[in-house]
């Protein structure tokens, strides 16, 4: 009851249907099995596979500037695994491979407007905070070569408990340690090892260390 409570409260604040939500809620646990709330403005590309045990909401969500109106596409042709509840923002765009997997800890959330486009591999930690307008991208789509150039790993790691602040674009082969913030509008590439620490700018770099945030 507190769970429909709680979706009805949902889709007053986003000015969607709440009949429409729970029929294609029905749709989704009959057919695949998943406890999934979207309104109508979500497109649902599923070729590959989303695995979770608890509910996961799309296009729903707590922002006071957008709503569940916004177009938000879910391209999932790989795999797309949650450890736990999970809310993806309205206006997202995810765009998950044919051999790309994007695992997601317990907890946290991705706010609105995000683009997710994994050819390779995800990892988000548990409690993690992903802001309004960020970007993780793993693949270039071009190839460039040039002299001494070397190859590096794809996937992106995020570690538990970090926050990634608003317009951040996190790319190919980035590694973020637990307890971290990326600063709003920063540009990261890179393997980050030191834990707690702020990393902001363009190239990001560390700019502030033993930071805690909640």
């Not at 406890?35 to 979500?42: G, T």
């Not at 999932?76 to 450890?83: E, S, T, V």
């Not at 309004?132 to 408990?161: A, M």
């Not at 971290?180 to 393997?191: H, K, Q």
Request: glycine share 12%; net charge positive.
């Amino acid at each position: 009851m507190n769970q429909l409570k709680s979706l009805l409260r949902l889709c007053q604040k986003n000015h969607v249907s709440f009949l429409y939500v729970a029929i294609r809620a029905a749709y989704w646990k009959l057919f695949r099995g998943l406890l999934l709330f979207a309104p109508a403005a979500v497109a649902m590309r599923i070729k590959g596979r989303i695995e979770t045990s608890d509910r996961l909401v799309v296009g729903l969500g707590e922002s006071n500037f957008t709503d569940g109106r916004e177009r938000t596409i879910l391209n999932i042709r790989g795999k797309l695994a949650l450890a736990g509840a999970y809310s993806i923002g309205s206006g997202c765009r995810f765009d998950i491979g044919n051999d790309a997997t994007v695992k997601i800890g317990k907890g946290g959330y991705i706010n609105v407007n995000t683009t997710v486009v994994i050819m390779h591999g995800l990892t988000i930690g548990d409690q993690c905070v992903i802001s309004w307008n960020c970007q993780f991208l793993d693949e270039d789509f071009h190839q460039v070569e040039y002299e001494g150039k070397t190859q590096r790993p794809k996937e992106i790691t995020l570690g538990s408990h970090v926050w990634v602040g608003c317009g951040s674009s996190i790319y190919s082969g980035t590694s973020i340690p637990d307890g971290c913030i990326v600063a709003s509008n920063s540009v990261v590439r890179g393997v980050f090892s030191e834990p707690n620490c702020i990393i902001g700018g363009n190239p990001a770099k560390i700019i502030k260390r033993n930071v805690d945030w909640k």
